[in-house]
């Protein structure tokens, strides 16, 4: 099992720069897939970017693609999402997720989840 904690969010404005931490513990952190989601107010909760358990293979959704980076660093048993050229769209609750099986884009396929933090992308 492993428990997740989101930070590194707030308020920025469009065209500015963050970066996510998913912070896990446990001791497998290194055999787990990682993925960052998020969710805007009134809207389901979307697919950002997924990493490998080795870091080897990354995915993105075309609405970040070229923007956004994800990272990982297994010494540290912590994630990362890089955002730059930041619009008011990527405004939203950030989740990272984890599961020891599944490298994929669908909401559903994770077993553990963060509680998020908030992203504020301002005009």
């Known amino acids: 099992q492993v428990q997740l904690v989101e930070s590194g969010g707030g308020l920025v404005q469009a065209g500015g720069s963050l970066r996510l931490s998913c912070a896990a513990s446990?001791?497998?952190?290194?055999?787990?897939?990682l993925g960052w989601f998020r969710q805007a107010p009134g809207k389901e909760r979307e697919f950002v970017a997924v990493?490998?358990?080795?870091?080897?293979?990354?995915r993105y959704s075309d609405s970040v693609k070229g923007r956004f980076t994800i990272s990982r660093d297994n010494a540290k048993n912590t994630a990362y999402l890089h955002m730059n050229s930041l619009e008011p769209e990527d405004t939203a609750v950030y989740y990272c997720?984890?599961?020891?099986?599944?490298?994929?884009?669908?909401?559903?396929?994770?077993?553990?989840w963060g509680q998020g933090t908030q992203v504020t992308v301002s005009s």
């Open positions: 990493i490998s358990w080795g870091g080897g293979s990354t």
């Open positions: 997720a984890a599961d020891p099986t599944w490298f994929t884009t669908a909401t559903s396929k994770y077993s553990y």
């Open positions: 446990g001791r497998t952190f290194n055999s787990y897939n």
